[in-house]
């Protein structure tokens, strides 16, 4: 079956730099997506990628190993506004995405 | 721009009652999708459709039906409902010619069956 696993919640400071892993093994591999979700709303586009390696974009960093069907997604300096869940999902050989269940992420001041 | 946009925001249905929920997407994109968000669990898609006039079967099918006539609608339809449907819907949108299929979602729609 297609799984993707990532933590349930994390929490972190303000100021600082937290990871989020996401790890996945599904039929096929046509991409991995992070989302960000606020409490009650929709979920948002942050990060693509489809090569190995690093794709940096302002405060938040994508990096992904397709050997090792693993993603993380680097927040740095991390704002209250930072707090929300943080969907990984994969595109699979069918072209559909497969979600994981999402981490919550709290800040604390 | 609208993007995309869904109705009811939110809706407590009896069981055994049917109703519809809509969305609308104004960015002539292809692809279109609905998902259930529940607690704990992923986002699992519903249904789907790739292009007007054609629709597919995802995840969690079963107690919905979906219709797609034109590129711009696509109402998700429970023909009975029970309880265990009580969850966020969610729609979104893609364009499929697009490098990496990136998906919008709709502001969702929050249903609680009794």
């Known amino acids: 079956g297609q799984n993707i696993d990532q933590p349930t919640e994390m929490t972190a400071t303000e100021g600082a730099i937290v990871q989020i892993n996401c790890t996945y093994q599904t039929s096929g591999f046509n991409g991995l997506f992070w989302y960000q979700q606020h409490a009650g709303e929709a979920p948002t586009f942050l990060s693509y990628n489809v090569l190995d390696g690093l794709e940096e974009k302002g405060r938040f960093s994508s990096f992904l190993s397709r050997s090792k069907g693993y993603s993380y997604l680097l927040l740095k300096e991390l704002q209250m506004k930072d707090s929300a869940s943080y969907l990984c999902?994969?595109?699979?050989?069918?072209?559909?995405?497969?979600w994981g269940a999402g981490t919550k992420l709290i800040i604390k001041p | 721009t609208a993007g995309i946009t869904q109705a009811p925001t939110s809706q407590i249905l009896a069981a055994g009652r049917s109703m519809t929920l809509r969305c609308t997407q104004d960015m002539r994109h292809n692809a279109m999708y609905w998902y259930r968000q529940d607690l704990g669990l992923g986002l699992r898609l519903i249904h789907y459709?790739?292009?007007?006039?054609?629709?597919g079967k995802g995840e969690v099918p079963d107690g919905y039906s979906v219709s797609r006539a034109n590129t711009d609608d696509f109402p998700l339809t429970l023909a009975s409902a029970v309880p265990s449907q009580t969850s966020v819907y969610f729609c979104a949108s893609s364009d499929s010619g697009s490098n990496h299929n990136e998906q919008f979602f709709g502001p969702g729609t929050r249903l609680t069956v009794l």
């Open positions: 999902a994969v595109l699979d050989s069918n072209y559909q995405l497969i």
């Open positions: 459709s790739n292009t007007a006039g054609t629709t």
